[in-house]
C-alpha cells in the first residue's frame, strides 16, 4: 500500500513538472538555458581539471604551461561571468514570462468556471492558490529549475574526467552515490509533504483574513474583534507549525549534506593515501584527483535538499493545477433568436438540490410568457434567488425540464442565452471604476447618450450629476462609496441599458432608506412599462401591485399564483407573507413568522 502511494506520489511531480514546462512554452529559451547551463558546467569541470594541470605544472617547474594555464583560467572565468549573466538573464525571462502566461491562464480559467463550483470554493483559497502557491512555481523556475540541470551535469562531467584519472578510486569514492541518491530521495518526500501542508495553512491564513476584511463593518458593530483575531491567529499558528516541519527537515537535510559532502574525502584520502604509502600511487596524483573531486561530491550534497526543494515546489505547482482540472462550464449550445410567441420561461416539474444535498426546490411548475410582468415571492430561504440561477443556467443538474425561449436550456448555447437576460441580482456588485464603467458593462457598445438615457430611467441621473465628479466618479471596491440604493439604481440602468428582453431583478429591500426606495419604485416601474418580459423576486407590495401575476414560492414548490387581491383572498401563505414580510417590505425566514 505503501509503495503504491510512494509511487504514485514521484509520478505526480514528474507529471506535474512536465505540465508546467508545457504550459511555461517558449522552450527554444528552455533549450537554450539547458545549453547554456552544459557549457558552464563544462567549464566549470575544465577550471578543475586545469587547476590538476597548474599543480602538475608547478611541481614540474614548467613556466611556459603554467603561464598559458593561468591565461587559460583567466579567460574561461570572464567567460563564465558572460555565461552566467546571460543564463541569468535568459532564465528570469523565461520563469517570469511563463508565471505571466500561467497567470493569464488561470484567470481565463477562473472566468469559465461553473458557479457551482466557485460557490463552493472559498475566494480566499483560490487567491492564495494564484499569489502563495504561484511564488512556489516561481522560485522553482528562477532557482530550482537551474539547478536541477547545472548539478548533475557538473556530477557526470566530474565523474568521466575522475575515470579518466584513476577509475579504481574513482569506482571506489563513488560507491555510496547510489545509497545517498536513493535516501536523499526518501527523505525529501516529508519535505514536500510539510510544504504542500503549509501551503494550505496559508491559504487558510487568506481565507480568515478576508473574511474579516470584507465583514469588517459587522465586526466592529458585533464586537467581534477577539473572535475574528483568535481565529486569524489559530489559522496563523497551523501555518507556522507546518512552517516549523519544513524547516526541520530542511534541516536534517542540511545536517546530512554536510555528511554526503565529507565522505568521499574521507574514502578518498583512506584508500589513496593508502596507496601512496604503498607506493602504487604518486603524491601528486592524490592532490589532483582531491582536487577534481569537488565538482562531484557538492551536486551530490546539495541533491537531497534540492530534491526536496523540487517535490514541494511541485505540490504548490499541483495545488495551482487543481484548478485547471475542474470542468469548465459547457460552451457548445445552439445560438437561437428570439420568438415572440413562445413562452419565455417555463418550469415544468423541477426539482433541485445543491452538491451538499439540501433539497431547495421539489416540483416547481410555471410560465411567463412574452410582456409579462411576474412577481415571486416566498420565504427568505425558499428558493426565489435559486430559481434564478437556474434560469441563467449556472447549475444544470436539475431534474425536470426548464425552457428558455420556447428552447431547453440544456440545447442552449449559455453565452447567447445570457446575452438576453438582464440581472439584477441581490448583491448588487460594482466594480471598482467609474459610474460610467459601471453602467456600461451592460452594453459596451453604448454611447454616452445611450448611457445617461438609462440613468435617467434607473433614476440614478439626478443623484450622480450631484456628485463632483458626475458619471466619472469612482465608486471604489465593492462601491463602497455609494449607498445600498444608489448602487441598486446604477444596476437597474446598468440592465436597462442591456436592452435584454428577459429581465430578472433580485429586489433587496432591506438597506433602502425610503427616498431611495421611492427612487427605486419609480425606476422599476420604468421598466415594468418597458414591454419588456419581468421576473422579480419582491417584497414590495408596489412592485408586486404592478406586477400582472404573483407566483408564491413555498417549501420547494409555486403554491398559490394570482393577483394580489385574488391571493389575499385565498387566505394561504400569501396571506401570510403579506401580514408578515410584504407589509412591512422585509424579508423574514419561514420559522420566524407565526402561521
Ligand atoms: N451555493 C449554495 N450552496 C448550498 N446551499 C445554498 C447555496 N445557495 C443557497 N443555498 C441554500 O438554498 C436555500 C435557498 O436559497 P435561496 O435560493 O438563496 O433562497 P431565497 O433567495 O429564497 O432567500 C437556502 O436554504 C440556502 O441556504
Ligand atoms: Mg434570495
Excluded at 188 to 209: D, F, G, H
Excluded at 314 to 336: P, W
Aim: with cysteine; net charge positive; charged share 20%.
Amino acid at each position: 500500500m505503501e509503495l503504491v502511494s510512494m509511487e504514485r506520489k514521484k509520478f505526480s511531480t514528474f507529471i506535474t513538472f512536465w505540465r508546467l514546462i508545457r504550459i511555461f512554452g517558449s522552450s527554444y529559451k528552455l533549450v537554450l538555458i539547458i545549453v547554456l547551463t552544459a557549457i558552464l558546467a563544462g567549464m566549470e569541470i575544465i577550471i578543475s581539471y586545469s587547476l590538476k594541470k597548474l599543480l602538475d605544472s608547478v611541481l614540474h617547474l614548467d613556466y611556459i604551461t603554467y603561464r598559458g594555464l593561468i591565461l587559460l583560467l583567466i579567460g574561461i572565468t570572464i567567460l563564465q561571468m558572460v555565461g552566467r549573466f546571460f543564463r541569468t538573464r535568459l532564465a528570469g525571462d523565461y520563469a517570469e514570462s511563463g508565471i505571466a502566461r500561467l497567470r493569464n491562464i488561470l484567470v481565463e480559467y477562473l472566468i469559465h468556471l461553473p458557479i457551482g463550483e466557485l460557490e463552493k470554493r472559498h475566494s480566499g483559497d483560490l487567491i492564495s492558490r494564484m499569489t502563495n502557491d504561484l511564488n512556489q512555481i516561481r522560485e522553482f523556475s528562477t532557482q530550482t529549475m537551474i539547478s536541477i540541470i547545472y548539478q548533475p551535469l557538473i556530477a557526470l562531467g566530474a565523474f568521466a574526467f575522475l575515470l579518466t584519472l584513476n577509475w579504481k578510486l574513482t569506482l571506489i569514492t563513488s560507491f555510496g552515490v547510489p545509497i545517498i541518491f536513493k535516501t536523499s530521495s526518501k527523505l525529501s518526500n516529508p519535505i514536500a509533504r510539510y510544504t504542500k501542508e503549509l501551503q494550505e495553512k496559508l491559504a487558510l491564513v487568506n481565507k480568515e483574513a478576508q473574511d474579516a476584511i470584507n465583514g469588517m463593518e459587522i465586526v466592529r458593530a458585533y464586537g467581534l474583534k477577539q473572535v475574528l483575531i483568535k481565529k486569524y491567529n489559530q489559522a496563523v499558528d497551523l501555518s507556522i507549525r507546518s512552517g516549523i516541519k519544513v524547516v526541520k527537515w530542511r534541516a536534517i537535510l542540511l545536517a546530512i549534506s554536510l555528511f554526503t559532502n565529507f565522505s568521499p574525502f574521507l574514502i578518498c584520502f583512506g584508500f589513496g593515501g593508502y596507496w601512496v604509502i604503498k607506493g602504487q600511487m604518486t603524491a601528486g596524483g592524490l592532490i589532483a584527483f582531491i582536487t577534481l573531486l569537488n565538482p562531484l561530491t557538492f551536486p551530490i550534497s546539495q541533491l537531497p535538499t534540492l530534491l526536496g526543494e523540487l517535490k514541494g515546489q511541485m505540490a504548490a505547482a499541483g495545488r495551482v493545477f487543481e484548478i485547471l482540472d475542474i470542468e469548465k462550464e459547457r460552451e457548445v449550445g445552439k445560438i437561437y433568436t428570439i420568438q415572440k410567441e413562445k413562452p419565455v420561461i417555463v418550469f415544468k416539474d423541477v426539482k433541485f438540490s445543491y452538491p451538499d444535498g439540501k433539497k431547495v426546490l421539489d416540483g416547481v411548475s410555471f410560465e411567463i410568457w412574452p410582456g409579462e410582468k411576474v412577481a415571486l415571492v416566498g420565504f427568505s430561504g425558499s428558493g426565489k434567488s435559486t430559481i434564478f440561477k437556474l434560469i441563467l443556467g449556472f447549475y444544470e443538474d436539475f431534474i425536470g425540464e426548464i425552457e428558455l425561449f420556447g428552447h431547453s436550456i440544456k440545447d442552449w448555447n449559455l453565452k447567447a442565452l445570457r446575452e438576453n437576460i438582464s440581472l439584477v441580482s441581490q448583491e448588487t456588485y460594482l466594480f471598482p471604476g467609474t459610474i460610467e464603467d459601471n453602467i456600461s458593462f451592460g452594453n459596451e457598445k453604448a454611447d454616452y447618450e445611450a448611457i445617461v438615457a438609462a440613468a435617467k430611467a434607473a433614476n440614478a441621473h439626478d443623484f450622480i450629476t450631484e456628485l463632483k465628479d458626475g458619471y466619472m466618479t469612482d465608486v471604489g471596491e465593492f462601491g463602497d462609496k455609494l449607498s445600498g440604493g444608489q448602487k441598486q439604481r446604477i444596476s437597474i440602468a446598468r440592465a436597462l441599458l442591456k436592452r435584454a428582453p428577459l429581465l430578472l431583478l433580485d429586489e433587496a429591500t432591506s438597506f433602502l432608506d425610503s427616498q431611495s426606495e421611492y427612487k427605486v419604485r419609480e425606476a422599476l416601474n420604468n421598466i415594468m412599462n418597458a414591454g419588456i418580459t419581468s421576473f422579480i423576486i419582491s417584497h414590495r407590495l408596489s412592485t408586486i401591485q404592478k406586477s400582472d401575476r404573483i407566483l408564491v414560492l413555498h417549501r420547494g414548490r409555486i403554491v398559490e399564483t394570482g393577483s394580489h387581491s385574488e391571493l389575499l383572498e385565498k387566505n394561504g401563505i400569501y396571506k401570510t407573507l403579506y401580514l408578515h414580510q410584504i407589509i412591512r417590505g422585509l424579508e423574514l425566514e419561514e420559522k420566524e413568522v407565526v402561521m
